[in-house]
């Protein structure tokens, strides 16, 4: 964290469990980013890739968001 910016890594993996039907999935969220919390324009960025495990089934989901693949907003 920086005076005018933010920056999330998470290297752990969460864990989410719908209680109705008892499917776990594992989630890895992406690279988040956060710029003017002070002054000048804010602006949240969304780099890399996340991805979702589904482990009843071991289902996996990678996704990206934003316009490019190289660098996502």
């Known amino acids: ?10 290297c752990h993996w969460l864990k989410a ?8 999935y594992l989630i890895k969220i992406p690279e988040i980013t956060m710029e003017g919390i002070i ?7 969304v780099s890399n890739k996340g ?5 009843n089934n071991n289902l996996f ?5 934003g316009k490019t693949k190289k ?3």
């Open 51 to 55: 991805f979702i495990l589904e482990v």
């Open 17 to 24: 469990k719908v209680m109705s039907t008892g499917t776990e």
């Open 1 to 10: 964290m920086g005076l005018n910016s933010a920056h999330s890594y998470l």
């Open 71 to 73: 660098r996502v907003y």
């Open 39 to 45: 002054y000048g324009d804010r602006v949240y960025k």
């Open 61 to 65: 989901a990678e996704f990206s968001v």
